[in-house]
């Protein structure tokens, strides 16, 4: 008897992935879909997913300073998330991906499906990149550095 209730247990995962910003919202949502089936297809419980938009990345992915992030959250076993992995790393539309483990030991009967999001995104290409609008990025400023200051340069 403990041993059944032990298999039903399962891991709760999330996995950001990366997609190219040129794919239209048809084709990032047969993406998702593919996603969706090799959860269920490996015996998982997708829980939402979420189509965060497309958003201006930090560095350069793939020779693109931008792309649609998509989030999945889901249940299921290692092998789930090895099989998920596999597959976004086949394809050639996904550029980078990332999963983690939120908790071990989760009754899926606890946890209900949601509604899948899909996000605007960001609407502002010229919003400076990382943290470029924090004030010691900014030009012409002194925030105290070790740089000599003009006054105990004439002193010497």
Do not use: C
Request: hydrophobic content about 35%; charged content about 35%.
């Amino acid at each position: 008897m403990a041993e059944a209730t032990a298999a039903k247990q399962l891991r709760e995962y999330e996995t950001v992935f990366l997609v190219k910003p040129e794919l239209t919202d048809d084709n990032v949502d047969k993406l998702k879909e593919r996603v969706r089936g090799i959860i269920n297809r490996e015996g998982g419980k997708a829980l939402k997913f979420t189509i965060w938009g497309k958003k201006r990345t930090t560095y350069p992915v793939a020779k693109q300073p931008r792309a649609i992030y998509v989030h999945a959250h889901y249940l299921g076993g290692s092998p789930l998330v090895a099989e998920v992995e596999r597959n976004l790393r086949n394809l050639d539309e996904v550029t980078r991906f990332l999963s983690i483990k939120l908790a071990e030991d989760v009754d899926p009967e606890t946890r209900p499906v949601e509604q899948d999001v899909k996000l605007a995104g960001d609407v502002d290409d010229n919003r400076p990149l990382g943290g470029a609008e924090r004030p010691e990025f900014r030009g012409g400023e002194d925030m105290g550095g070790d740089a000599p200051d003009e006054e105990a340069a004439e002193e010497v």
